[in-house]
Structure formats: C-alpha cells, structure tokens
C-alpha cells in the first residue's frame, strides 16, 4: 500500500532485537524505545514543510530553510505512546504534545476512547501520532478518527513493533495518512498479541507488568 512505508535500517534492527529480549529491564527498554523513535523521526519526516529564514553568520547573511515554530503536534496514544514522545522531543523539542487515550476491552478486544486532550491550533500542525505497537489497528484508527473530527488534516502513524492485520487495517480505513513501522511482524495470536513481538509495551515501559 502506497501509505505504508516499513523500516529496514540496520539500527534499528539492532535495537529492536534488544527490545524484543525479556531480560532487557524498563531503563533500557525506555531508553531503547526513544533512540529509536528519534530514528523513526528523521525518516518519516523527510517532506515536513520548510520555511526561509535569512541567516547571519559571522561572515554573511545567508538564506536557509527552517521547520516553522510551532508546526509539528505530538500525540501519543496513551499510555505506551508517552515512550516515544521523548524521542520526537529530541528533534522537535518545542512541539506541543496532546493526548488520546484509549483502552481495549479484553472481551471484544475492540478499542474505546476514555479521554482527549489536543493543543490549540492542533488542526493546522503536521500531527505525529505515536504508539509503540500497532497490533489489531483498532485504537489507532479510532485515534486518527478522533484527531480529523477535531480538524487534523496533517497526519503521521508512528508504531515500532507492526502485525500485518493492524497495518493493513490503518492503511483501508485511513489512506490519507501516512503509516511508518519500524518492522512488520508475522501475525496477531487468538489475544491480540503480536508474534513474536516483545510482549506489553506499556507494562514494560512503566514497570506495571
């Protein structure tokens, strides 16, 4: 699909097979979770739009090409979405951060929204929307649904870990936006899980397992 665009770069692969492992602790997993979302960041961000600014150095005055202030939102879905803001952070460190918050029914495995908070002027920033694990695609098209009723026209998915069943899901439902997994894995399990995966990311971020 021609919104979805999987990572393979060696760095990544290198830090994600550290991910995966059970014995890696939450310092390293949360440490591990943000370099490579900075990665991630670069990558996906090779079109942002650019503004002229006219520069002096100490010998000249020169025109040179900014990111506009205050252009680029980040909106995890919470709560293992907050894992990644820090790396977004690092290469936009002045972009406002909203919050969506979603929960699955362990029954249905079907995603509910419990709480929304987006910053002012939301609808005209490029939106980053971070969640580590993009498994059955559920919350993350809830959560793109929820930013374009709010006005978002401008939207990025960012997940580390993908399944085929979610990204396929998110890229049908939501081909205007743009879909960036760092590596596809085979499949979900009869839980929702994905396989081999690295088990719950929130859990393993905040030590809650």
Do not use: W
């Amino acid at each position: 699909m021609n919104n979805v665009f999987i990572f393979d770069h060696p760095l990544i692969n290198h830090k994600i097979a550290i991910l995966r492992d059970k014995s890696t602790g939450m310092k390293e997993f949360r440490e591990l979770v943000e370099e490579i979302t900075i990665i991630m960041t670069y990558e996906s961000m090779r079109d942002v739009e650019l503004a002229p600014v006219d520069v002096e150095t100490p010998l000249e005055v020169t025109r040179q090409y900014r990111v506009p202030e205050g252009s680029v939102a980040i909106v995890p879905i919470l709560r293992a979405g907050l894992g990644m803001v820090s790396g977004v952070h690092k290469v936009f460190p002045n972009a406002k951060v909203g919050h969506i918050g979603m929960y699955r029914d362990e029954k249905t495995l079907q995603p509910q929204e419990y709480y929304c908070k987006l910053p002012e002027g939301i609808q005209e920033k490029m939106v980053l929307l971070v969640d580590p694990m993009l498994a059955t695609g559920g919350s993350a098209c809830d959560a793109l649904t929820a930013l374009k009723k709010r006005g978002c026209k401008h939207i990025k998915l960012m997940s580390i870990i993908g399944a085929p069943e979610g990204v396929n899901k998110v890229a049908r439902e939501h081909p205007d936006v743009q879909i960036y997994v760092s590596t596809l894995d085979r499949c979900l399990n009869e839980n929702g899980y994905i396989l081999p995966g690295l088990g719950d990311a929130g859990d393993r971020l905040f030590g809650t397992k």
